[in-house]
């Protein structure tokens, strides 16, 4: 089976992000991004150059989110799609490339938070059982029975 792969933009939100509404009512999020550019020198270095700045578009339920979610500042890895675009205002006719964001998320590697996580539901022995096949389930205590022994972690946590 092939690896699916899309385009991708990483960078930084340059402006304060805007949510509006199309006419259809769908969410649309709008912030321009710049991208930074470096130069490698002869000696090994890098010199910081001017940045490049973008469009950047998201739509539907996933703009909302965006919108919750970014400020300015922020860097961000995202994943979706240049699109070219032309209208006509006051008679010019005015051309330009946006990124339309499917899917955005924090650059982990440039960005340090937390994630605030609901408890997840602790595994059962049977379904420890159906992950990880019979020869496990032959030794898995049950968080029940092992209340009462050792403070051992059941598996699959």
Do not use: W
């Not at 930074?36 to 996933?62: C, M, Q, W």
């Not at 032309?86 to 440039?110: L, N």
């Not at 408890?119 to 968080?143: I, L, M, Q």
């Amino acid at each position: 089976m092939a690896i699916r792969t899309q385009q991708s933009l990483t960078g930084f939100i340059a402006t304060d992000p805007q949510l509006t509404y199309t006419e259809k009512g769908e969410a649309r999020f709008y912030a321009r991004v710049g991208q930074e550019n470096y130069r490698r020198e002869t000696d090994g270095s890098f010199t910081k150059l001017e940045p490049d700045f973008h469009n950047l578009v998201i739509y539907r339920a996933s703009a909302e989110r965006a919108y919750e979610r970014f400020a300015k500042g922020d860097s961000f890895v995202a994943e979706g799609y240049a699109h070219e675009y032309s209208y006509t205002r006051d008679g010019q006719q005015i051309e330009g490339e946006e990124f339309v964001a499917k899917k955005i998320g924090h650059d982990t590697a440039r960005t340090t938070y937390e994630v605030a996580r609901t408890r997840r539901e602790e595994p059962t022995v049977e379904r420890a059982a159906e992950r990880d096949g019979p020869a496990r389930n032959a030794t898995a205590p049950s968080r029940a029975s092992n209340a009462s022994a050792s403070r051992q972690p059941a598996l699959g946590l």
